[in-house]
């Protein structure tokens, strides 16, 4: 490229297809509809129980030709998270932060994490006893003397499939 001539322009990929009602989340939230959200509203979409770090989103966007600097990517999903569309957990042994897609804006109950393929699976079939282990968690925070914010409540093992593909090997 010379100074003189007309700078080439990369081909954009088209926007990818953000359904309604995840729009409408978006617009509850006050967050803009920015080609880099669509992005990775897609990913998870397109997998909800697919359960990454933030290096594996940005590779996987990176190589969908989404690619983004790793700075706006840790703030875009502080938003999503902020805004009840995504979950973030800390991934025991791995000192790293998994992000999973919320399908609804209640579906932040106790999840079944497998530790082979990082999929969750969420237990909130019964609700009941996942809230008496948060309330009895949050008295027993309060008789030390702390403030819990939240309780994320998480079952860590090996899934139906890993243990089938396990016992195949």
């Given at each position: ?33 920015t080609r880099a959200l669509q992005a990775v509203l ?12 933030h290096a594996q989103l940005a590779d996987r966007l ?11 990517l840790y703030r875009l999903l502080e938003r999503l ?89």
């Open positions: 490229w010379r100074p003189n001539e007309r700078r080439p322009t990369m081909p954009r990929n088209p926007e990818p297809h953000l359904p309604d009602a995840s729009a409408e989340r978006l617009r509850a939230a006050g967050l803009r509809r897609a990913l998870f979409e397109g997998n909800p129980a697919w359960t990454p770090t990176a190589a969908d030709g989404e690619a983004m600097n790793a700075v706006t998270v902020g805004a009840g569309l995504l979950a973030r957990r800390t991934a025991s042994g791995e000192r790293v932060w998994r992000f999973h897609w919320l399908a609804a804006p209640d579906d932040a109950g106790p999840l079944f994490e497998c530790d082979a393929c990082h999929h969750q699976f969420s237990l909130a079939e019964d609700d009941a006893a996942a809230r008496a282990v948060a309330t009895a968690l949050n008295r027993l925070v309060a008789r030390q003397g702390h403030h819990a914010a939240r309780v994320d409540l998480a079952v860590h093992g090996t899934c139906a499939d890993c243990r089938g593909a396990g016992a195949a090997a």
